[in-house]
């Protein structure tokens, strides 16, 4: 009977990193920030700006009534679970697919807390330009955002050979 190969699920240490930061700042915002009072950081580009996000990215279906915080919700805790089970599957050593996976998963899990303790996402990171605002958003959307963009750099890009390095 040959041995188990290991598995990509020692990633979720990082994703449970990542959630422990993003809980940390959205704590730090909730002490130190008044609701929708910029507080300039760097002027003409970031503010730490305290907001409450009802909907998904980009505050999409904020003002959709209620049933958006239980919908976002179980859809984040389906993704999470399905990246967790792909990375059971997945080798260690693939960090291509499992790096992304575990980001995913991580800003996920971040925000889902924040669905559950408040019924909002708790939001920060205010950048713009004049008064063109980007959304607000926090570590959580950034570990999504840069997985969701590393899952399509890598898959230009095929895995090397096993036993070929990488």
Do not use: C
Request: hydrophobic share 55%; no cysteine; proline share 6%.
């Amino acid at each position: 009977m040959a041995a188990p190969r290991p598995n990509a699920l020692a990633w979720l240490g990082l994703s449970a990193l990542l959630v422990a930061i993003d809980q940390w700042t959205k704590a730090v915002a909730l002490a130190s920030l008044e609701y929708l009072k910029p507080v300039p950081f760097i002027d003409g580009f970031w503010n730490w700006t305290l907001v409450h996000n009802y909907g998904a990215a980009f505050s999409f279906l904020s003002d959709a009534g209620g049933w958006q915080r239980w919908f976002f919700t179980g859809l984040a805790i389906a993704i999470s679970l399905g990246l967790t089970v792909w990375l059971a599957r997945t080798p260690r050593n693939d960090w291509r697919t499992a790096l992304p996976f575990a980001l995913v998963v991580a800003g996920a899990v971040g925000n889902v807390i924040d669905r559950i303790r408040f019924g909002y996402v708790v939001d920060f990171v205010d950048w713009y330009v004049g008064k063109h605002h980007w959304p607000a958003f926090n570590v959580a959307d950034s570990a999504i955002v840069a997985g969701a963009v590393l899952l399509v750099l890598f898959s230009f890009k095929a895995p090397p050979a096993p036993g070929k390095g990488g």
